[in-house]
């Protein structure tokens, strides 16, 4: 082939990759509704198939800087062993 004849690989892989990825996540979903109930199962499922943390985070409903604040709330509860408590408001 000529250069010409080329295709862009590194343009239409990538593309391709994440469109795959997210009918994964769709058809996991359709199958288990409650594991992928909430958007950090999602997010964790997408990286494993590896998906790039911000574009799982996209695809999977949320942001990256919203995913990263749910993982340190998850890991300051496994770490508490607790769940977090709303604090009533304070009057003053």
Same mark, same amino acid.
């Given at each position: ?6 295709? !862009?690989?590194?343009?239409? $892989?990538? =593309?391709?990759? %994440?469109?795959? &990825? ?5 058809? @996991? ?14 997010? !964790?499922?997408?990286?494993? $198939?590896? =998906?790039?943390? %911000?574009?799982? &985070? ?5 942001? @990256? ?10 890991s300051n509860r496994k770490a ?13």
């Open positions: 082939m000529t250069e010409k004849n080329v295709p !862009d690989y590194g343009t239409w $892989l990538p =593309v391709i990759g %994440k469109g795959l &990825a997210y009918l994964c996540l769709a058809k @996991a979903t359709e199958a288990d509704k409650t594991k992928f109930k909430d958007v950090l199962a999602r997010v !964790d499922f997408l990286e494993a $198939l590896g =998906v790039p943390p %911000k574009d799982a &985070a996209v695809a999977g409903g949320s942001s @990256a800087a919203s995913v990263a604040e749910l993982r340190r709330q998850r508490n062993g607790k769940k977090s408590k709303a604090r009533p408001a304070r009057r003053g």
